[in-house]
């Protein structure tokens, strides 16, 4: 039996939020986890793991600001002017430097490690 409160205190907390589908395997096995740290609620999907948000504020990064990033990138600019200048986070920047370049170079492996020394 649910308790009825009378007392003029309303029961401020909303409704929670319908859980949406999974958006990388659209799956419908979703759980709650927690929040993000603007207080969001984060969801996670029990088939592939993937942690998201119901409606993100910021889509992916367009092929435009891509593109422009790489320009700067070319004119040597620095990784967090970069970030000043087309909005983008400071951690996402270098995340994306980072990838282009891994992808622009190949491996090296370098020297081997120095086994220790014998007696
Ligand atoms: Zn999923």
Redesign the pocket.
């Known amino acids: 039996m649910a308790l009825s409160y009378s007392d003029g205190v309303s029961n401020s907390t909303p409704a929670p939020a319908p859980i949406p589908p999974?958006p990388?395997?659209s799956?419908t096995h979703v759980v709650r986890n927690g929040a993000n740290a603007s207080g969001t609620p984060v969801f996670r999907?029990q088939?592939?793991g993937?942690r998201f948000v119901a409606a993100p504020k910021k889509g992916p990064v367009g092929e435009s600001d891509r593109d422009l990033v790489r320009r700067l990138l070319a004119e040597r600019v620095g990784i967090r002017a970069i970030a000043r200048v087309t909005g983008r986070s400071r951690s996402w920047v270098p995340g994306f430097v980072n990838a282009l370049y891994r992808e622009g170079t190949p491996h090296d492996p370098g020297p081997p490690p120095k086994s220790p020394a014998r007696s």
């Open positions: 999974c990388r395997c799956g999907c088939t592939c993937r």
